[in-house]
Nanobody, 119 residues
Framework: QVQLVESGGGLVQAGGSLKLSCAAS????????MGWFRQAPGKEREFVGS????????TYADAVKGRFTISRDIAKTTLTLQIISLKPEDTAVYYC????????????WGQGTQVTVSS
């Protein structure tokens, strides 16, 4: 079992930056691939990016490449999403998720944190 708790959301002006964090707990949390997703009002949840369980590789959605950076700490229990050059279309609830590294399915999810970008 992995528990995930996001933090760091808020209201930001367009062009600003923000850092989201996700604290992972559980006996095997450090062995899971982790990812960020977001869901804007009236839209489906979409993949933002992910990082391998060992921090060795990252993947990003095309819409966020160059502006979003995912990292995890040495203990691999805190996931970070650094966002720069925020746009109004980045407004969404951002979710942290985790999956076992040999699976394609994100099984564990946080409660989400709201990011609102004003124009």
């Amino acid at each position: 079992q992995v528990q995930l708790v996001e933090s760091g959301g808020g209201l930001v002006q367009a062009g600003g930056s923000l850092k989201l964090s996700c604290a992972a707990s559980g006996r095997t949390a450090s062995t899971y691939d982790m990812g960020w997703f977001r869901q804007a009002p009236g839209k489906e949840r979409e993949f933002v990016g992910s990082i391998a369980w060992n921090g060795g590789s990252t993947t990003y959605a095309d819409a966020v490449k160059g502006r979003f950076t995912i990292s995890r700490d040495i203990a691999k229990t805190t996931l970070t999403l650094q966002i720069i050059s925020l746009k109004p279309e980045d407004t969404a609830v951002y979710y942290c998720a985790a999956k076992w590294r040999y699976s394609d399915i994100y099984r564990y999810w946080g409660q989400g944190t709201q990011v609102t970008v004003s124009s």
